[in-house]
């Protein structure tokens, strides 16, 4: 089974999550001061430990990543391994170290993950809006990656307000940035190819909290958060591939994944794009804009959200799509759907007009303007990053 399966496998119609990611304690004045001579024991790296059965990195807390770094929690898991947070005893700082599993294709990819991140570095002038490597080393067969300290990301944000969507101007902040992150990359070449919520976090965990509504049969006041700052970063760049090849693999995280990889006619750097139209329709919305789990599905949505694929498309298809068509043009649904629940589910969506106007007041015309460039079947023809940063939307003064 594809790593890409076993994310949308993993990833249900409910999404669950890690936790709110809020600010830890103040760190202990006392645990802030280096060791007196001859306190080595204090900073030196624990008894060595076999790794469990997936070649995660076993830790205690308290506990040092090297002589450097104390572990003060886990912060998050994924496929490729663990995201712990330490202080950083040199810098007296907090940091993020993400330890990848002692599985070697891990290990490769995230060598790959280096080389992308500081080429980001290399190149960056203040305004790439990609979080920032300080440094990686290979620890007892574990490449850690250490990065900046960041705060939760814009789908654990959303879960802590119940998928209570973003205000509007919040949202075109969100976007602005995110563009001026996506269009960095693609003046370098490169493709992020996993753009999604979980991928863009908070610069800030500071939040307040403020009345929101009222309950239908209840006087008892309803509150969400939003963020003090608006300022975000992208990660995750483990899955980056490089613009200057064709490719014809399966990339994306299932909900956000462009019509051109389902039918497998060849991706680019219009797939982000695709992928930031997505994303921008669940931050106004609070619900992902194909919450599917099966391409046939996915196409299906596509066309009730957007209308039919285009015909050179479909024509193009790979051999793998080419059962999703009757007689090569027309989409084999409804007879060709797992479920009548599959069904339903394409019947509840509607129009993109007409969703967004449902969840967005202020700015609707030019966000739903902004949407149909994003969301164009036609890589060749979808908008670029540094068209949609020219769009009007992003011209209203907040």
């Given amino acids: 089974m594809s790593m890409v399966s076993i994310m949308e496998r993993e990833r249900t119609r409910k999404r669950p999550r890690l936790e709110w990611d809020v600010a830890p304690p ?13 306190d080595e024991k204090k900073y030196a790296s624990p008894p060595r430990r076999n790794d469990d059965r997936d070649g995660h990195y076993v830790f205690n807390l308290g506990e040092n990543l090297t002589p450097r770094y104390k572990i003060l929690g886990k912060m998050g898991e ?9 202080w950083d005893r040199q810098t007296r700082d907090y940091v993020a170290i993400k330890v990848i599993r002692s599985i070697q294709k891990y290990r490769d990819a995230a060598m790959i993950e280096v080389g992308v991140l500081e080429r980001l570095v290399k190149s960056d002038v203040g305004c790439s809006r990609c979080v920032q490597i300080q440094k990686w080393f290979d620890y007892r067969n574990h490449i ?9 990301s814009l789908f654990d944000f959303l879960k802590r307000n119940k998928y209570c969507p973003f205000p509007v101007d919040l949202v075109r902040e969100f976007g602005r940035q995110l563009l001026e992150s996506v269009a960095y990359m693609h003046e370098l070449r490169l493709i992020h190819t996993d753009l999604k919520p979980e991928n863009i976090l908070l610069v800030s965990s500071d939040y307040v909290k403020l009345p929101s509504c009222k309950r239908v049969f209840s006087d008892e006041t309803q509150f969400r958060c939003l963020p003090k700052s608006s300022a975000i970063k992208l990660i995750d760049f483990g899955s980056t591939a490089s613009a200057n090849q064709s490719h014809s693999s399966i990339v994306s995280t299932r909900h956000y994944r462009a ?20 994303i921008l329709f669940e931050l106004c919305t609070g619900e992902a804009l194909f919450q599917t789990h099966e391409n046939l599905e996915h196409l299906a949505m596509m066309e009730r959200v957007l209308g039919p694929l285009p015909e050179h498309m479909i024509q193009k298809a790979n051999k793998g799509a080419e059962k999703y068509f009757k007689r090569g043009s027309r989409l084999r649904w409804p007879e060709g759907a797992v479920s009548r629940e599959s069904i339903n589910a394409v019947k509840r969506l509607g129009r993109l007009k007409d969703i967004i106007s449902r969840h967005v007041e202020s700015s609707r015309s030019l966000l739903i303007d902004l949407l149909h460039g994003l969301l164009i079947y036609d890589p060749p ?4 990053a540094r068209q949609a940063l020219d769009h009007r939307f992003f011209r209203i003064p907040t």
């Fill in 259 to 278: 019509p051109e990889v389902i039918l497998g006619v060849g991706w680019s750097t219009p797939c982000d794009l695709w992928s930031v139209g997505c």
């Fill in 381 to 384: 023809k979808r908008i670029t």
């Fill in 78 to 86: 994924g496929t490729f391994g663990r995201v712990l947070e330490c």
């Fill in 144 to 152: 850690c990656i250490v990065f900046e300290k960041l705060g939760p």
């Fill in 26 to 38: 103040p760190f202990p004045q006392a645990q802030r001061t280096f060791a007196v001579v001859g």
